[in-house]
């Protein structure tokens, strides 16, 4: 499956964003926007480039993330970062549920497989779906993940998980690749400027373990 995945064709995420802004900006639009975030780190570039563009709140559900005090302080920090960052508009917060037995489920069978491998991509689909389905459910106008700054996540699984989510729950998938433009590099000087904590793994348990 992942090899069939890999065959598709490349697309350039950044110029089909790119284009959407564009629209919205000519028709004098600011649409909202569930904004899935993995952690303060990454959602610092993020929210700094796309609130210009969007009413924007920001959805914390990371039920892989272990444990729970890990959890807890990067909850809080990203809260803190919400409220300290300098941008265009106000940002909301909305914390999911944390029940890391799902994540667990879903990680059944597949613990020994390497980081950036079949596990991740599920993990991207568990925590991307109750984005889609809490966006459609407060009817936002677009949903996205954080998760496509950081060098070891797959910015072609998270878009193609995020169209499959679109056509499923009927709310708009904001393409994304946010480690062009420098992104990844910018969220680094971000985080030194706010003092963020920067934990040195995905979250998992698995991650930790490699």
Same mark, same amino acid.
């Given at each position: #499956?992942?090899?069939?995945?890999?065959? *598709?064709?490349? =697309?350039? !995420?950044?110029?089909?964003?790119?284009? $959407?802004?564009?629209?919205?900006?000519?028709?004098? =639009?600011?649409?909202?926007?569930?904004?899935?975030?993995?952690?303060?780190?990454? +959602?610092? !570039?993020?929210?700094?480039?796309? +609130?210009?563009? &969007?009413?924007?709140?920001? &959805?914390?559900?990371?039920?892989? $993330?272990?444990?729970?005090? @890990?959890? =807890?302080?990067?909850? *809080?920090?990203?809260?803190? *970062?919400?409220?300290? #960052?300098?941008?265009?508009?106000?940002?909301?917060? *909305?914390?999911?549920?944390?029940?890391?037995?799902?994540? &667990?489920?879903?990680?059944?069978? #597949?613990?020994?497989?390497?980081?950036?491998?079949?596990?991740?991509?599920?993990?991207?689909?568990?925590?991307?779906?109750?984005?889609?389905?809490?966006?459609?459910?407060?009817?936002?106008?677009?949903?996205?993940?954080?998760?496509? $700054?950081?060098? #070891?996540?797959?910015?072609?699984?998270?878009? @193609?998980?995020?169209?499959?989510?679109?056509?499923?729950?009927?709310?708009?998938?904001?393409? +994304?690749?946010?480690?062009?433009?420098?992104?990844?590099?910018?969220? $680094?000087?971000?985080?030194?400027?706010?003092?963020? !904590?920067?934990?040195? !793994?995905?979250?998992?348990?698995? +991650?930790?373990?490699?």
């Amino acid at each position: #499956m992942i090899q069939e995945r890999k065959n *598709l064709p490349k =697309e350039n !995420y950044q110029r089909q964003l790119d284009h $959407i802004l564009e629209e919205h900006e000519k028709k004098n =639009e600011t649409p909202s926007l569930l904004l899935h975030s993995c952690c303060a780190p990454c +959602s610092s !570039y993020v929210l700094e480039y796309l +609130s210009a563009f &969007f009413h924007i709140t920001v &959805f914390y559900f990371n039920p892989n $993330i272990s444990p729970r005090e @890990e959890y =807890e302080k990067r909850v *809080l920090e990203q809260q803190r *970062l919400i409220g300290e #960052m300098k941008l265009p508009r106000p940002v909301s917060f *909305l914390e999911g549920a944390y029940h890391p037995e799902d994540f &667990f489920a879903m990680a059944k069978g #597949m613990e020994e497989l390497p980081e950036k491998g079949e596990r991740c991509y599920h993990c991207y689909r568990l925590r991307l779906r109750e984005t889609a389905q809490t966006a459609a459910q407060n009817g936002f106008d677009y949903f996205c993940t954080t998760l496509s $700054i950081s060098p #070891m996540k797959n910015a072609r699984w998270i878009n @193609e998980i995020g169209r499959e989510l679109e056509r499923e729950y009927q709310v708009k998938w904001l393409s +994304s690749d946010f480690k062009k433009k420098e992104g990844y590099k910018r969220s $680094i000087a971000l985080s030194q400027e706010y003092g963020l !904590y920067r934990q040195n !793994y995905c979250g998992c348990v698995f +991650s930790r373990r490699d």
